[in-house]
Antibody
């Protein structure tokens, strides 16, 4: 069964850092681009970032560019999102997904940025 | 950047109704358009990719159409499990973007 499981969400103070992980299973992880999407409380979906299967050419939303870094370790079938200089507006459920068009989604991990 | 709009923002329907949701892109995106369904407190579920291709396991009462800038998600004979919020997403140009969503309720 194809599965994605996110982890790493937490309560963090403004200006702090956090690293999210997304573990993939049931498919050849390195063959697929992987994405991050977030959803603030009561709001719609917001695309965050994508990275190619080989870990090249990361792309970011303007709202996170320069603060977030997407990466992957194909030997561990794991996708990461390093989040620095966190702001209150980064509070959201963060989902990882397979491919540019998110054919498979994880259940999400919650990030709360608050003092 | 490409802006995605959806109409209507919400609609009321009954079981058995035919429902149509429209998604419009601010620039041409060919067929790089996906549709998702989300229920409260749950992760989104993928329905359609490449504007009109159904993902495996998606009921056949869902269909998608369109090319360029205008796209449609149609739900034929609405079922109780179909009451949810629907989002479109373009993956033609970075940064990718989602529509604001359409809530389908009773």
């Amino acid at each position: 069964e194809v599965q994605l499981v996110e982890s790493g969400g937490a309560l963090v103070q403004p200006g702090g850092s956090l690293r999210l992980s997304c573990a993939g299973s049931g498919f050849t992880f390195s063959s697929y681009a992987m994405s991050w999407v977030r959803q603030a409380p009561g709001k719609g979906l917001e695309w965050v970032s994508v990275i190619s299967g080989g870990g090249y050419s990361p792309q970011y939303a303007d709202s996170v560019k320069g603060r977030f870094t997407i990466s992957r370790d194909n030997s561990k079938n794991t996708l990461y999102l390093q989040m620095n200089s966190l702001r209150a507006e980064d509070t959201a459920v963060y989902y990882c997904g397979r491919m540019h068009y998110m054919d498979v989604w994880g259940k999400g991990t919650t990030v709360t940025v608050s003092s | 950047d490409i802006q995605m709009t959806q109409s209507p923002s919400s609609l009321s329907a009954s079981v058995g109704d035919r429902v149509t949701i429209t998604c419009r892109a601010s620039q041409r995106i060919d067929n790089y358009l996906a549709w998702f369904q989300q229920k409260p407190g749950k992760a989104p579920k993928s329905l359609i990719f490449a504007a009109s291709s159904l993902h495996s396991g998606v009921p056949s009462n869902f269909s998608g159409s369109g090319y360029g800038t205008d796209f449609t998600l149609t739900i034929n004979s609405l079922q109780p499990d179909d009451f949810a919020t629907y989002y479109c997403q373009q993956s033609h140009s970075y940064p990718f973007s989602f529509g604001p969503g359409t809530k389908v309720d009773v």
